[in-house]
């Protein structure tokens, strides 16, 4: 009985190393720079969630990669900026999307929300470290587990870009079959007062490790539909941000003027409010914006002409 006892755990030591051995194996594979390659002449790349996914048409921005995506927290942003930056030597400037709801009570629980987990934690899994593991740790590690394991297996049988295989992000060509009926006046978030620590957290760690690689990184907020709503955090954010990241510049584009019909609701604007604000921000790109002493000064100087310029057109 004892024999037959021992050559079960044998066995069953056996197996869970070579699962381990298995798994080492899938995320060292899956991990090689070939596979997050986005092209040598991307010198800039912009992150974030849906907001910048959708407000920035990089094929009218040259040398700027959109790999922000929807849903996405900046726990993973954090993960996909090392990635990135390890596989593209040549990236010099992070801008990262920045605005009222990163720090609001939805984006929290969105971190931590089993659907969103069990859609981000497979795609990640190879880059997290201790950090990450604590962050999830009340999950079902074992089948998140397994769940990053088939999709690293499925990837490598596969073979081609990890990047689009897996949806790290890119441009969302957003029509106005999104629209979302008549918008109603709305408050950006629902609990003023309350601070997504999480995300707020992750945050401070991509700025850091930005400034700790000699990377030149930047804050976004893309416009508002602010005829409807109502930015009732704007203290909080702004304390926030000049409390926590007061070396990260603010490229605020909330006042950029839109048409109400390039919204697909109060927040998200469609491919021809993406194709306007791209234009715009490839133009203050090329007047020096992100080496201005002062890259506010130099946007709202844009955008009062823009609005000017508006008035006096045929």
Known sequence: MKKILGKGLVFSAVVIALLIAFMLLLQYNTARNSHFEIGKNYKMIILGNSLTECAFDDNLIPGLKNMSQGGESFVYTYLKLKKLHEANPQIKTVIVSYSNNHIGEKMEQLVLHKDNVRNYFPKYAFLMGADEYKLFSDKDILLLERLAMKNNFMFLLKGGSYLQDNNWGGYFFLDKSS?????????????????SETNVNYLAKIVDYCKANGLKVY??????????VI???????LAIRNQRFPDAPLLDLVHFKLQPDQYTDNEHIDHTGAKKLSVFFDGLLKKGVLEAANPQQLIDAEIAKQATDSVVAP
């Open 179 to 195: 629209k979302k009926g008549n918008m109603r006046v709305t408050n950006v978030v629902q609990h003023p007062e309350f601070v």
């Open 219 to 228: 804050l976004i907020r893309t416009p508002l539909n602010l005829e409807k």
């Open 231 to 237: 930015l009732n955090n704007e203290d909080k954010f």
